[in-house]
Structures are given as structure tokens and as C-alpha cells.
């Protein structure tokens, strides 16, 4: 047990299981399965890397119980067919052989899918075709086939014992199908599962009386329950709790309690300003109201936020999801004092959704590069050849492409012009709910000071540098600088750009403040400057607002500023002139306003801050040009670039270029 985290380490029993700690790997998509729903390398890798982690229960998310009209991803595992459990077999045994346990989630996406991802079939909904949340044009189940899905969920869980499951989890959440049934707002069937309570409680309790009754008594059975929908005519706390009562007479030995519904987004995969923990106070209404442990989810991102969870009694034990994403190891970590090490997640949501599941593409990790690629990096060797490695630029781009190539045997230094490594992560962590974005820089300095890379701040490089150190591979990493834009009065003293407000270095007050452009960083230095105490008018060309961020964080942000009293929001106008005291703009249709602005503020996007590469041309080395430095995107993309230019200095097999 650790002295640190002594009930976070407490081994305790879930039904006839024990586990070795309280740490829960909660269930998630990845889209690391084939099309067809098998089991893959890329996916026994993945879920055997977070059990050797030392966390205590691996769940393995979201196998679906019908394939393919049942599956709300791609390629999502499947537990449909028998032909399946030789695969599903050696999953749950690469996942025991590291110590931890291994459940298995049983799902049905019912209405929380598309056509696209059912492979052409039609989707199916409990009632209400109108009320389905992502399916268009769905079929309401006859009651015949409801009995089958029954069936369908009792069957999938005897492939799992069969295959060697500790336990499996019934999803009944996040809108999907089991919780349709469950939602007032769903369900408003007139057979016998649907209407009241209890016929609407009627599909789930006989999947679980179904599953007791023919499985043996030494496999655990877990439910995932939201505790509220967060949507309207939804289902809230005080009778989420009569649902607990009633799954656990039916014979659950777990409640893994969640909240949330695919009619609201933000509540279910959190963006990043929700603080830790948020949830835990549901599990704790419903485990007072049932005799049987409770699992809370939900923004757990720091051992000390899980250890005071079950210090307080609020569950009896705390999954994470994303941050299991971010770091396999954060038990070990955790339990052998390694705290400074451990990679929090930050809530961002790109690389695990909006660049992947919602992109129909594999899982990834803003943070952590090596996501589905853990055999890849756990055996990358040397590099062939051992080179003088130059990298400029110490933002997370720079900084992931000196440790990787720290780690393949080169001989590194890392410049920067700046006296602080981080690059533009100081600027994305100062606005209000962005504090996160400041986790990955603190982990990236904690992995500088771990490796051999000789760091020089304050330093800036040019050619006359670069030949001077005589590299043999330079990794140019010099980030971005903001666009300006040609219209007049863009040069006047109160103009100026959103980067140097929100680093301090234009101080701000109670003013009035136009920004230009509603982008991701428009909407970011709106929100600073709202907490600033300045009256702001955001003007924004195009008919969105935030249109690049991910889709989640921007219901979010669009939430937060809507409902900001110092905060306006102008579509569709084009700014035409900067006076002293106010910005003019015209819409589509020529009709001009006139916006007071005792200061503007420019944040129309950034350019690649590529002088050095272009004055590297010619030179006798290889450059590699990463990041913002390459193309004005994000942190993922920029973690991306530094990582594969890392691994592939040295390498003939390389999985990036060099420039030519």
C-alpha cells in the first residue's frame, strides 16, 4: 500500500473479484478493432501497456453485442459472434498476465450512430425516431426484437466468460441503446417495455437477470449508469437512484456511474475547463442507496484528486478514461512516488475525439504520441547512426523532437530565443478555464530535465549559429508568428495583437476592446479579457464562430462567452478601418457598424515562422521543419511533428521527412 495514497492502493472486491488497487481503466472507444470487429496487435498492445501500468480493472470498451448495425465507431470491437472469442481470449489474458483484471463492456449504440458507421444498415431506437440523437431516418424496435437483444446482450456475455472475462459492463449510458430504454425522453413505447418506470426499467433488468442467470457466479457484472441526462424531459438524479436500487436487486455487483447523454456533449466527454471530480457526488447519492460498490468517472487527472474521492467516501473506486489515454503508467507512477512524472490529461479532446473517433479515424493522444503505437516505441532501438542533432525552438514541437531523439542515442541541444521553454503553451494556458494546457508544459520540462539534451534559453539561431555548432540534422521548430491584416488604421498604438495581451506585455483594464476574428484564439483572448474587466466585441467575417476548434470544446466556449455579460459576438462583418475610438465593419449586403473600441485587438490567425528554413537552404544537413514552424495548426499536430522527426533522424526506415 502507499503511505501517499493509502486508500487509492487498498486492494478491495467487486462481487467475487478483488482487485489489487482502486484504480479503474474506465471503458473507451479507440477504433484500433478491424472493420469486422476483431481483435487486433495494435489493440492487444494498447490494453496490455495500461495493465502493466499497474492500474487495478482494465475495461475494455465497447464491444458491440450486434454487428455492425449496433456499433457507434468504425472499427469497434465486437462480441457478436463466437467466431470472435479466440481473439477476445488472448485480449483478456494479455491484459491478466500484467495483474490487473479484465471486464469487457457489452453495447449496442441503438440511435447513437449513423448509417456510415452501421455499415448501411438501418439503426435502430427504442421509440420516437424523432428523439434519436445522431441517427437519421432510424427503425423503432417491435417488441419481438427487443426480446432478441436481450438475448444478444446474454450471449455476449457468455463469449466472455468463454474467453476468460473477470467481469463485463453493461453500457447504459451516453444515450445509447440500453439507456434509451431507461430515458423518459426516449422511450414512449406502448408494449411492455415502455411507459412507466418499471417498463421502461424492464429491458435492463431482464438483460441482467438473463446474465445471471446463465453465467456462473464467479464472473463480476458491472453497469454503467448515467446518473442524469443533461437533456430535456431527461431522467435526473432522484430517479437514476430508484434505477440503482433496482439493477442492484437484479443482481449487479457494481455501479460505474457516469452522467450524461449524447444530447449533451460537454457533460458526457468533458472539454477542458470542468474541474476534477466534478461527478463523484452522483456516485456518492447512489451509493448511499444501494449495498453495493460504486465507480466514479469523470475528470480525474491527479492521484491526489482520486486518493480524496475515496478518502471522502464519495465512491469506491475512480476510473479514468483519457487520462489512462495520456498515461498507461499513472498507477505505478502514483504508487512508487513518481508524481512529477506522471502525464495528465488536459481535457483538450482533439487527438482521442476530434481527431480521431469523431474523424472516423484511430484513437491518439495530444500528449502522448505513442497512443496505439506502443510496440512501436517500446522497441525502437538506437539509431543506426549517431548524429549531431540541432533543434530551435523549445515549444512542444522542438521539445518532443529533442527527447525522442535523445532517446534513439544522438547527441541533442535545444535552442530557444526565449528565456523559458514552452513556447506558445505559457500563451493557451493563461486564459480562464486553459489552466491545463500548463500540465503538458510542466511534463515536457520534467522530461527535458530526464533526458541528455543540453538546453541553451535565450539564445537566438541563425545560419551563422547553425554552422558554428556544424549539426548533422537541424530540426527547425520556431513555431508561428501571428497574421496581420491590410486595412487602415491596423498601425495605430491601440492596435495590437491577442498574443501580447494575453502574455502581459500590453497591460489591460476596464476599457472597451474589439477583437478581430472569432477563431479559437479570438475566443480565448475574449474570455481574458472579459476576466480583465473589459467590455469586448468579438467580429467575426464568416457565420461561425470558433469554426477550427474541436466540437466539443467549442459548444463549450461558445456556452461560456454567450452567456458572458461583458462579452458580444458579431457574425458575418468584415472590419473596413480602425479609427481612434471605434472599428467600423460592413456585412455581406454593404450595410456598415460602427463598434466602439477604446483598444483592438488582432486575432486573425497565425503563419509559419519559417525565416530559418528558408536560410537553412542549400545547407549540408538535414532539415527537418516541424510544428507551427511547418504548418499554423495545434498542439496535437505540432506534438505529432516534433515526435515522428525525432524517431526518424538517423533512421533509413524514417517516418518524416527531412526537407529537400
Not at 441482467?208 to 464472473?219: C, S, Y
Request: with cysteine.
Amino acid at each position: 500500500m502507499s503511505s501517499e495514497f493509502p486508500h487509492l492502493f487498498d486492494p478491495e472486491c467487486i462481487g467475487p473479484i478483488e482487485l489489487r488497487n482502486r484504480l479503474v481503466m474506465a471503458p473507451m472507444g479507440t477504433n484500433y478493432a478491424t472493420a469486422t470487429g476483431e481483435v487486433t496487435d495494435q489493440l492487444l498492445d494498447y490494453y496490455a501497456e495500461r495493465a502493466a501500468g499497474g492500474t487495478g480493472l482494465v475495461t475494455v470498451g465497447t464491444a458491440a453485442v450486434e454487428h455492425p448495425r449496433g456499433r457507434a465507431i468504425v472499427n469497434q470491437l465486437s462480441i457478436a459472434d463466437n467466431s470472435l472469442v479466440p481473439g477476445l481470449s488472448k485480449l483478456a489474458r494479455r491484459i491478466q498476465q500484467h495483474g490487473a483484471k479484465a471486464f469487457v463492456q457489452l453495447h449496442h449504440a441503438g440511435g447513437g450512430t449513423t448509417v456510415k458507421k452501421t455499415g448501411g444498415a438501418r439503426p435502430v431506437v427504442s421509440s420516437r425516431a424523432e428523439n434519436a440523437y445522431n441517427a437519421r431516418n432510424p427503425r423503432v424496435l417491435e417488441t419481438e426484437e427487443v426480446e432478441s437483444l436481450v438475448e444478444r446482450f446474454v450471449d455476449a456475455a457468455k463469449r466472455a466468460q468463454k474467453a476468460g472475462f473477470d467481469g463485463v459492463e453493461l453500457h447504459g449510458s451516453h444515450g445509447y441503446l440500453i439507456q434509451e430504454f431507461m430515458s423518459p425522453r426516449n422511450n414512449q413505447r406502448d408494449d411492455r417495455y415502455g411507459g412507466d418506470f418499471d417498463s421502461r426499467m424492464r429491458f435492463p433488468t431482464e438483460i441482467v437477470e438473463g446474465i445471471r442467470e446463465a453465467i456462473d457466479d464467479d464472473l463480476a457484472l458491472s453497469f454503467r449508469l448515467s446518473a442524469e441526462e443533461f437533456v430535456d424531459g431527461g431522467y435526473e438524479l432522484e430517479e437514476a437512484t430508484q434505477m440503482a436500487e433496482m439493477l442492484a436487486a437484479a443482481g449487479v455487483d457494481v455501479l460505474d456511474v457516469t452522467v450524461g447523454a449524447y444530447g449533451a456533449p460537454t457533460q458526457t466527454l468533458e472539454p477542458m475547463g470542468y474541474e476534477e471530480a466534478w461527478r463523484s457526488h452522483y456516485a456518492a447519492a447512489i451509493g448511499d442507496a444501494v449495498d453495493i460498490p460504486t465507480i466514479t468517472v469523470g475528470v480525474v487527472r491527479q492521484p491526489e484528486t482520486a486518493e480524496a474521492v475515496l478518502a471522502e467516501g464519495d465512491a469506491d473506486f475512480v476510473a479514468l478514461g483519457r487520462g489512462h489515454i495520456a498515461d498507461p503508467h499513472f498507477a505505478r507512477k502514483a504508487k512508487e512516488g513518481r508524481v512529477e512524472e506522471i502525464n495528465r490529461c488536459i481535457g483538450c479532446n482533439i487527438g482521442c475525439i476530434g481527431e480521431g473517433i469523431f474523424a472516423d479515424r484511430e484513437m491518439g493522444c495530444t500528449v502522448n504520441p505513442t497512443v496505439g503505437r506502443e510496440r512501436e516505441f517500446a522497441t525502437l532501438e538506437p539509431a543506426p547512426e549517431r548524429q549531431r542533432v540541432l533543434v530551435v525552438g523549445a515549444g512542444p514541437a522542438g521539445i518532443q523532437a529533442a527527447i525522442q531523439s535523445a532517446d534513439r542515442g544522438h547527441d541533442v541541444t535545444l535552442y530557444d530565443a526565449a528565456k523559458e521553454v514552452g513556447g506558445q503553451l505559457h500563451l493557451a494556458a493563461a486564459p480562464p478555464r486553459k489552466e491545463k494546457n500548463g500540465w503538458y508544459l510542466e511534463y515536457l520540462e520534467t522530461q527535458l530535465e530526464r533526458h541528455p539534451v543540453e538546453v541553451r534559453l535565450g539564445e537566438r539561431v541563425d545560419r551563422s549559429t547553425v554552422e558554428a555548432v556544424d549539426p548533422d540534422a537541424v530540426v527547425v521548430a520556431t513555431g508561428a508568428r501571428p497574421r496581420r491584416i491590410d486595412i487602415p488604421g491596423v498601425d495605430a498604438d491601440h492596435v495590437v495583437q491577442s498574443w501580447n495581451v494575453i502574455d502581459g506585455s500590453v497591460p489591460v483594464g476596464d476599457e472597451s476592446v474589439v477583437v478581430i476574428g472569432g477563431g479559437d484564439v479570438g475566443c480565448d483572448t475574449a474570455s481574458f479579457l472579459a476576466e480583465q474587466g473589459c467590455e469586448v466585441t468579438v467580429v467575426e467575417q464568416t457565420d461561425r464562430i470558433a469554426p477550427d476548434k474541436e466540437r466539443i470544446s467549442r459548444i463549450d466556449v461558445l456556452q461560456a462567452l454567450e452567456s458572458n455579460d461583458r462579452v458580444a459576438l458579431v457574425t458575418g462583418e468584415t472590419v473596413t478601418a480602425i479609427e481612434e475610438d471605434a472599428v467600423t465593419t460592413a456585412d455581406a449586403d454593404g450595410g456598415e457598424t460602427i463598434h466602439e473600441a477604446d483598444r483592438v485587438v488582432l486575432a486573425v490567425g497565425h503563419e509559419p515562422n519559417d525565416d530559418l528554413a528558408d536560410d537553412l537552404d542549400a545547407y549540408p544537413a538535414s532539415i527537418y521543419v516541424v510544428g507551427d514552424a511547418r504548418e499554423s495548426r495545434d498542439v496535437y499536430r505540432a506534438t505529432l511533428d516534433g515526435t515522428e522527426a525525432g524517431i526518424s533522424i538517423g533512421d533509413p526506415y524514417r517516418t518524416f521527412s527531412p526537407q529537400l
